[in-house]
């Protein structure tokens, strides 16, 4: 909300306000000043002056030579306008001053001397366009700073009020704040109002839920004309565009009291009778904007006979509005249903100053004073006179309410002791009445707070607030020793980041959105069977949340391309999400995913250049299963999914748990994804794969006697399984058979067809004896009969 | 004429031993060396040609002669051992140093991968508070609105809720829009005294410049006898000071939250300017960092506390936004997109 220092000051009664202390005592009080303005720094060297002579330019046609007076000395002005005549008023730039960027200077044009120049709407930024220079009327004086006579010499505020304060939406509520922050005494009385007691005008409202109170006051012969200057000023600088009169006061008085009125031409009414009802199904009004609006039952409409003529709260009706002809006027101040102001304005995408207002929840009570106010300015501007008594209908409802404050209770929340005086001179600073009772305060809550002052611990907000946040003392918690600190759970997922890391991963979040296009581009398969969709998705982009952590990361692979960073070594921790099977919430699963793509080392002076492969991925799997499951081997069982190469695909075990997958994105896919580099990708289930972490540890003593390693190279069928031969291996050998490493591999010319070389390296160690090169001779033995025997391997020479 | 050799021979002895010595000083590398050691001791030196005509020698000076032979060929052999020996290392130590080695050549990185910024700040933050005592809590990302609003003390139709444009899944089920809800949660399921932050991703709708759909935040929650604001502010300074520095002047501003009364949202002085106003804080010489109070009485219906035995505080704050403000990092998206040379700075 914007509002000015000048009106503030008005409404205060004081003078002695600087810009920056009232920004900074509202900022530190709750309503925060996000910017403030100083809109006359714009009109710096722009006077009022008069043209006293005109003449043709000589030389130029359509240029015409001023002779103007700006009090202290008169300037020669060429001009290119045509729009004015000897003895006008206007807007004198001086040299030194600057529109729109230029600095004003003295020039010569075709030859004449202009010393500065008469300034047009546009040109001083009042407004989008005009034609020709912009004539003040008789009352600005000569020689008169613009702004000032423009009433633009003032400082704009630019407030952010909290949506408890829907009476801070006012000039007047935040006078309330400034008083009591200043200790200035400030009320605002009733001043009285004529209720009519003729039937001119009848009010019908259906529902008192949805209009609590109707006022309205109907104002005769009035002539259409602009508001003063200093009106306009004002407006504008609160971002409200001048109409006419009639239209600026209920902006003007909204705005100063909060309350906000509309006014009906009263003779385009259908009949001297308000009706106050819901819309009724396909109901349809055309709206100031010029817009046709559908109407839903709910929303709330001021209608006469014939129909509704306004959407209640929200915006008036095209048909009713007031215009050049209009002579009577009926005022409205309601005060409507806020949430049912808030719906429709949602449902229909309107918003407007009043909505907000409304929205909010405002005093009823202040229909009344609106009115007024309004009947005042309008007699202060115009004179005007002739009007109706104030037609009102409401249902009485409880607007102040009794609480009971204990200064004890105060204290503890706030931890500094305040004295039940300091207390009661705060409330009273706020013009909420209070008196001592026994060790209580007895408080009595306004009509102006009564929606947000509700209990006790509201008031002590209050006090708070306008005591000062800052002034309370800070002190640690009095809390006995906890431990505190993290679950194994975390403790683990840091680790893990940790781990990833620090072997060359980096670590990316993406949304936990998905799109149905991108799921089904990346045949998640069983995955898309129980999505979670969101109904409101900003774009289709957004639609789901995501099942599986590839496509994100996939993503991100090819936005690194892009920038031709083409070695992408990642790991994301992220949740993925399914439909729950009980209970409306999701499934939600924490997932490890992990990918690699592009080079595994850059060619260098001592280095060849190599690429990921799946086995650099499934290493990244080992080192965490050794890690985390050291006595436990990690398996990987071929399966297909969509979205991997079918033969490197599968699953990954850990003892006998799945954990996961790994495989090599399917060529098919990364075509489609325009990504022409090998992508491999894993999928950890973070939640099974930490939850069976076995974190007892048992010291094993370090082995004392030397191992002996005795190498082997078998041939077998090539389709058997490395973790097959290896477990042949194991079985065979004894207690003393400590390690098994595979170190080479070979298929091709040197052997026969379907047959495969496979190198092993064995370890044995005897824990209680170093071994004797014949014990180890009868293992190998065994080892090899065994290998024949169950793979049909033979001994390579 | 016997006595008159045997001298003679001794006396050429004992000049061969002093040749031997001028020589052998002058030598330079192990070469010299070897030359000297075959003059001196080689087939046709003289010590060679004495010993092989000693058998000429009458039996009275054999002994003599051959005896005081043998001392200069085992001192000239001990001495060339030693000579030879350093001049052995001084040729080592020679070539040692001959050889040309570029210390600059690039080295083998071991390959170093990167926390995500966001992760860091988080795992920083969380060791700030478990060193205080706090423990880490989690809830689900897609929540009840129950969770979300309504035992947050935000009803339907109550006006906070524009603030927070919802995703939602069906009528009563959305994407949190806040951590705040883990606060009932575990508050249902556990007694006072309760010392929680959680960490974790929420969902706003909104999608521009200085939105995405998805943050992070970490909220906070303290409740327990005697907790007032002095303690809010005591720990909530305390923590800004861990992060943004001790130097930074820490402030509280009055807010609305509809969970908190009194509420109050938490500014640090600006790191740039100093608090002299700049671009960085739009002028005010103050950063806005998080949103706190103490938690409003409503919520303790919801949860079954005595609100007249406990109370506490809760505060939020939003991860992305401590980045920012720490690394100058000015626009929220690049968080979520992951660009590698983003994400190896941290």
Redesign the interface.
């Known amino acids: 909300m914007r509002l000015t220092l000048n009106w503030l000051k008005e409404i205060l009664g004081r003078n002695d306000l600087g810009a920056l202390d009232i920004a900074d005592i509202l900022t530190m009080s709750g309503t925060e000043v996000k910017k403030v303005e100083y809109p006359a720094e714009r009109f710096k060297n722009i006077i009022v002056g008069r043209i006293i002579e005109c003449s043709p330019h000589p030389d130029a046609d359509k240029l015409t030579l001023c002779r103007v007076d700006a009090k202290e000395r008169e300037l020669d002005i060429v001009c290119g306008a045509a729009n004015f005549r000897k003895g006008d008023k206007v807007a004198l730039a001086l040299p030194g001053a600057k529109l729109k960027n230029t600095v004003i200077g003295t020039s010569r044009i075709r030859g004449r001397v202009s010393e500065g120049m008469m300034c047009s709407e546009e040109e001083l930024g009042l407004s989008d366009e005009s034609e020709g220079i912009m004539i003040l009327d008789d009352r600005f004086v000569v020689g008169d700073g613009f702004a000032g006579a423009m009433g633009l010499d003032d400082v704009v505020f630019e407030l952010e009020v909290t949506p408890n304060r829907p009476d801070c939406l006012s000039v007047m509520g935040i006078a309330r704040e400034i008083a009591a922050l200043k200790g200035i005494g400030l009320r605002f009385d009733d001043p009285g109002y004529s209720i009519a007691e003729d039937k001119g005008l009848d009010i019908l409202i259906k529902d008192f839920g949805l209009c609590p109170r109707y006022s309205a006051k109907i104002f005769s012969n009035i002539r259409g004309q602009q508001s003063p200057v200093w009106m306009q000023a004002r407006l504008k600088l609160c971002d409200i565009r001048p109409k006419d009169l009639i239209v600026d006061l209920t902006n003007y008085v909204m705005l100063e009291t909060g309350q906000p009125l509309h006014a009906f031409d009263y003779d385009l009414l259908a009949s001297p009778k308000i009706i106050v009802r819901a819309a009724k199904e396909g109901e349809r009004i055309r709206t100031i904007d010029d817009n046709i609006r559908e109407l839903a039952p709910g929303m709330i409409v001021i209608a006469d006979e014939s129909g509704p003529v306004a959407l209640a709260g929200i915006m008036g009706g095209k048909d009713t509005e007031i215009n050049d002809a209009t002579k009577n006027v009926l005022l409205e101040a309601a005060n409507f249903n806020g949430p049912s102001i808030m719906r429709a304005s949602k449902s229909l995408g309107l918003r407007s100053e009043a909505s907000n207002r409304f929205e909010k929840k405002i005093d009823p009570h202040l229909t009344l004073f609106a009115i007024k106010r309004f009947e005042d300015l309008l007699a202060k501007i115009t004179g005007h006179a002739e009007s109706s008594g104030i037609y009102d209908s409401f249902s009485p409802v409880e607007r102040e309410r009794a609480l009971t404050l204990r200064p004890q209770k105060v204290n503890q929340i706030l931890g500094d002791p305040l004295s039940g005086q300091k207390i009661m001179e705060i409330l009273n600073g706020l013009q909420i009445p209070s008196k001592k009772e026994g060790d209580n305060i007895q408080v009595k809550v306004p009509s102006f707070r009564y929606e947000d002052l509700e209990r006790e611990i509201d008031l002590i907000e209050e006090i708070a607030r306008i005591y000062g946040y800052n002034r309370f003392s800070s002190n640690p918690p009095k809390v006995n020793q906890r431990a505190g600190g993290y679950t194994p759970y975390q403790k683990a997922v840091r680790d893990l980041r940790f781990c990833l890391s620090g072997i060359g991963l980096s670590e990316v979040i993406n949304y936990s959105f998905i799109s149905r296009a991108t799921l089904d581009r990346f045949m998640l398969g069983d995955r898309t069977k129980e999505l979670v969709r969101i109904i409101n998705p900003i774009n289709e982009d957004f639609e789901f949340l995501r099942p599986s952590l590839l496509p994100a990361m996939a993503q991100n692979v090819k936005d690194n391309i892009k920038y031709r960073i083409e070695d992408l070594p990642l790991f994301e921790i992220s949740k993925v999400f399914k439909k729950a099977k009980k209970g409306k919430l999701a499934q939600e699963t924490n997932m490890l995913g992990v990918l690699l793509t592009g080079r595994r080392q850059k060619k260098g002076w001592n280095s060849e250049e190599s690429f990921y492969d799946f086995y650099d991925l499934k290493g990244i799997l080992e080192y965490l299963s050794q890690r985390y499951y050291p006595q436990q081997k990690l398996l990987i069982t071929h399966k297909e999914f969509g979205f991997f190469h079918p033969a490197f695909s599968g699953t990954a075990r850990i003892g006998d748990i799945d954990i996961g997958i790994i495989g090599k994105i399917h060529p098919h896919l990364s075509e489609k994804l325009e990504i022409a580099q090998d992508i491999y990708y894993s999928e950890i289930n973070l939640d099974l794969f930490i939850d069976n972490i076995k974190t007892e540890k048992h010291f094993k003593p370090v082995p004392v006697y030397p191992s002996i390693e005795m190498d082997i190279a078998i041939m077998v069928d090539e389709k058997i399984g490395s973790h097959e031969i290896e477990q042949v291996i194991w079985d065979a050998g004894s207690a003393m058979l400590k390690g098994v490493r595979l170190f080479d591999l070979y298929k091709g010319e040197q052997i026969e067809k379907g047959q495969k070389s496979m190198a092993y390296s064995l370890t044995f160690r005897g824990d209680d004896r170093t071994l004797k090169d014949r014990e180890v001779e009868v293992e190998i033995e065994r080892i090899i009969s065994s290998l024949s025997k169950n793979l049909n391997a033979r001994l390579r020479q | 004429m016997q006595e008159n050799k045997a001298e003679e021979i001794l006396k050429s002895l004992e000049e061969e031993y002093k040749d031997f010595s001028e020589s052998l000083k002058e030598a330079e590398n192990t070469k010299d060396v070897e030359n000297i050691k075959v003059r001196f001791l080689g087939k046709k030196s003289l010590v060679s040609s004495t010993l092989k005509n000693i058998g000429k020698l009458s039996s009275e000076l054999k002994p003599v002669v051959g005896k005081n032979t043998n001392v200069y060929i085992k001192k000239m052999e001990e001495e060339l051992a030693r000579k030879e020996s350093r001049l052995k290392s001084i040729e080592f130590d020679k070539k040692l140093r001959e050889e040309i080695v570029d210390l600059n050549?690039?080295g083998?990185k071991?390959?170093?991968?990167?926390?995500?910024i966001?992760?860091s700040v988080i795992?920083e933050i969380?060791d700030i508070?478990?060193?205080?005592?706090?423990?880490?809590a989690q809830g689900?990302?897609?929540?009840?609105d129950y969770y979300n609003f309504e035992a947050l003390n935000t009803p339907?139709?109550?006006?906070?809720r524009?603030?927070h444009d919802t995703?939602?899944?069906?009528d009563?089920?959305l994407?949190r829009t806040h951590t705040s809800p883990v606060q009932i949660r575990y508050m249902e399921k556990h007694k006072p005294?309760v010392?929680i932050i959680v960490p974790g991703?929420v969902?706003r709708?909104d999608?521009d410049v200085s939105h995405?759909?998805?943050f992070t935040q970490i909220e906070g929650l303290?409740v327990?006898k005697?907790?007032?604001?002095?303690?809010l502010?005591?720990?909530l300074?305390?923590v800004a000071h861990k992060i943004f520095g001790k130097d930074r002047k820490v402030?509280?501003?009055?807010?609305?939250f509809p969970f908190t009364?009194?509420?109050?949202?938490v500014d640090v002085s600006c790191r740039i300017c100093e608090g002299a106003g700049c671009r960085v804080c739009s002028g005010s010489g103050w950063l806005e960092i998080l949103g706190a109070g103490?938690v409003?009485?409503n919520l303790y219906r919801f949860v079954d506390y005595d609100t007249e035995k406990v109370?506490g505080f809760a505060f939020g704050l939003g991860i992305e936004r401590v980045c920012m403000l720490r690394y100058g990092i000015d626009d929220l998206r690049s968080?979520?997109?992951?660009?590698?040379?983003f994400?190896?700075q941290f």
């Open positions: 050549l690039p083998r071991p390959k170093a991968g990167s926390k995500n966001i992760s795992e969380e508070f478990a060193g205080m005592g706090f423990d880490i689900p990302e897609v929540e009840t339907q139709d109550h006006p906070a524009s603030l995703f939602f899944i069906s009563d089920v994407l005294p010392y991703k969902y709708r999608y995405t759909p998805m303290v327990d005697g907790i007032n604001f002095g303690n502010k005591w720990t300074e305390t402030r509280f501003r009055p807010h609305y009364e009194p509420s109050a949202e103490m409003d009485p109370s968080f979520f997109e992951n660009d590698l040379r994400l190896k």
